[in-house]
């Protein structure tokens, strides 16, 4: 059973700056990446939802990962997204970050065919796990606005079966608190780590004996993240509400717009590089009126108060 959190704590789920041909900026990637190491992240969730890592192709994303580890970010700081709707593809990224020695990748479920059963979800992970040969820690992301696919809390306690110390943990992004608290009750105990994909439940999940987050708002509100997580450690019940209401805030500023465009507008802003701006069709950036009514709220969250006083 394993009894060491390989990505305890604050995971930034990573945005991807773009070049001007739309290519992933890779050098900007990097800095991005420095400074929320720097700003209190405990590790990195690249290519997941928030760095559009389904918008890029497979050479692509390998060309990211390797990057940033020969860049000098530590791979085992790095959490990637794998998971595609192509086993192959699947496949052939999750050991291109085993190659590159980092310790985990997060995999959604194949997500083009909807209504699939337990039996096909739990064989197309099966066949990734054993192509690969369980050398790489591998986190479930459960995430059904998206995928159209829930990952039940029977499919993980066949995975858990199955392949114990392979399958460590899960990201859920369904918003449903009650199904990450069932999944820490259920499988907490054998070394199943839980993480909110929503800033908003950093706190409750860790009074539910959680491991942590792997969310969007880090990109922007680390702070906020970080203060979180150390005042839940130093038993600080009152500065760790403190924190989190300004997390929530930020959360919920971020999401009044659309979350990536705005993620990048926020940063663009907070760097003065209008570079990060860019997204890769089908999205696109923000237009001035939502731009000044994210601003506007994101500056009222009493964020930048929070982070002088760190």
């Not at 066949?127 to 993980?156: D, Q």
């Not at 990201?171 to 499988?187: I, L, P, W, Y």
């Not at 706190?203 to 880090?218: D, F, H, K, S, V």
Request: charged content about 20%; hydrophobic content about 50%.
């Amino acid at each position: 059973m394993p009894t060491q959190l390989l990505y305890g704590g604050v995971n930034a789920a990573a945005l991807t700056p773009l070049t001007e041909d739309l290519a992933p900026d890779i050098p900007r990637l990097v800095a991005h990446c420095r400074t929320l190491l720097a700003s209190g992240c405990d590790h990195l969730g690249v290519l997941g939802t928030t760095g559009e890592a389904t918008s890029f192709s497979v050479a692509e994303r390998i060309a990211v990962m390797e990057g940033l580890v020969a860049a000098g970010i530590p791979p085992e700081r790095l959490l990637p997204g794998t998971g595609c709707a192509a086993l192959s593809d699947t496949i052939a990224l999750t050991e291109a970050a085993i190659a590159l020695g980092i310790p985990g990748v997060l995999v959604l479920p194949p997500f083009y065919y909807k209504n699939v059963s337990d039996d096909g979800l739990f064989a197309a992970y099966a066949a990734l796990i054993e192509r690969t040969k369980g050398k790489v820690a591998i986190y479930l992301y459960n995430f059904p606005a998206m995928t159209g696919l829930p990952l039940s809390r029977a499919l993980i306690e066949r995975l858990l079966h199955a392949f114990p110390n392979v399958v460590r943990g899960i990201k859920d992004s369904s918003g449903d608190f009650a199904n990450m608290r069932a999944m820490v009750e259920s499988f907490g105990g054998q070394g199943f780590e839980v993480y909110s994909g929503s800033d908003e439940f950093l706190l409750a999940i860790l009074r539910e004996g959680g491991a942590g987050c792997i969310t969007a708002c880090a990109n922007v509100a680390s702070a906020a993240s970080a203060r979180v997580l150390a005042a839940f450690r130093q038993g600080n019940e009152a500065e760790a509400e403190r924190a989190q209401a300004v997390l929530t805030a930020a959360r919920r500023a971020a999401t009044s717009v659309p979350l990536i465009a705005g993620l990048k507008a926020l940063v663009a802003r907070e760097t003065a590089d209008e570079a990060w701006e860019r997204l890769r069709p089908p999205l696109t950036p923000l237009g001035a009126a939502d731009r000044a009514r994210l601003f506007a709220a994101f500056d009222a969250t009493g964020l930048a108060h929070l982070a002088s006083a760190a």
